[in-house]
């Protein structure tokens, strides 16, 4: 628990630190573009929480080197792995100039070092017809390449609202810590654990205000530990379900996937064009947002933040039989089905203006001036 109290108060630290500096470096990490399809802030906001986040990790990993050794070499390893996939979302925060495809290819290159490095590859799948690619070490590097490349991206993509892809990601390496103690694994135990006071430093200045952003940096790096973490579970434990990786990360996964279909077939646009009907966005605008809200920029920060827990219960609630039955190939599949059925019914009748009636709404009239 010592490591998760140190990532903590060092991520909080450095993030306040990059938070009472943004007057001095908003011209290269503010994040002012509040008219895109995907905005939903108002004024700078700097989206370099990445550092605090990578700050905390390196600082609570330091400090067990005398106690765990061995455990801390591997941590070594996997912060030196995900460091390209960091530095390229940083570049994109700073520099607001790094194609999606060249922050795919760098990421790409780190799950690479983390099958050279780690030995992180996906060897099973559960899946008939891949289970036989990835039984060829050329197949599993491919695979884990493409999957780990994915995730990351995922977690960028619903990485919209204060505090929502934070907290799913805080609850993925909970879930992961879990299955850690479970299978006696120390290190993956002590990686988890870290993570998430490292990632909850950070949101205690995203959520709820959104006072910075975790930026692509952040994201990228976040998406990339979570997918490493449960992929060294994965290929370190053969009691392991082969599909527990993929329930972790189901929520930004079927999210990516279910854009690129929605966009490719339905809208006949380009899957690389930012749109404004991601699921996130649509609690947003037809469930948390008055029809026309003009409350002060203080208040539209908490109506952002209003619809992240939404999300947090969907997550959780594809990460529970992850938690619960993470030696059940059959369960893992019922629930990935189960998720996938539920987050399109729910999709659908947004998308139609026939809100659920069991989802709680936020809305509410714009306050009246009394004169």
Known sequence: ?????????????????????????SHLSGDSDTTG?????????????????????????????????????????????????????MAEDIFKNVSP??????????AGLGVWLLDATIDRTGIPGLDWVVSLAFGAALVTVFVVAGVANAFNIIDGF???SSLCVAMALGTIAFVSFEVNDEALLLCALAGI????????????????FLGDGGAYFLGFYVAELAILLLHRHP???PLFPLLVCIYPVFETVFSI??????????PGVPDGVHLHMLIYKRIVRAPADTDAPQQQSLRNSMTSPYLWVLC????????????????????????????TLIYWQIVRFRVPRWLPSGRRRPATTKG
Request: hydrophobic share 55%; net charge positive; aromatic share 12%.
């Open 239 to 241: 009691t392991v379900s």
């Open 261 to 270: 279909y929605r966009k490719k077939f339905i809208r006949g646009m380009s």
């Open 197 to 212: 006071g490292a990632v909850l430093g950070f949101f205690v200045w995203n959520f709820p205000f959104g006072k910075i």
């Open 101 to 110: 495809r060249r922050r795919l290819v760098v990421t790409a290159f780190a």
């Open 316 to 343: 959780a609630g594809s990460l529970l039989p992850a938690m619960l039955f993470w030696e059940s190939t059959v369960a893992m599949s019922t629930s990935i089905l189960a998720f996938g059925f539920i987050y």
């Open 162 to 164: 204060n505090g929502l």
């Open 1 to 25: 628990m010592i490591s998760v109290l140190v990532a903590f108060l060092v991520s909080a630290l450095l993030t306040y630190l990059v938070v009472r500096s943004a007057h001095h470096h």
């Open 37 to 89: 399809p995907q905005k939903f802030h108002s004024g700078s906001v700097p989206r370099i929480g990445g550092i605090g986040i990578v700050g905390g990790l390196v600082a609570a990993l330091s400090s067990q080197w005398q106690a765990h050794p061995d455990v801390v070499k591997l941590a070594a390893l996997l912060l030196c792995c995900g460091a390209p996939a960091f530095i390229v979302g």
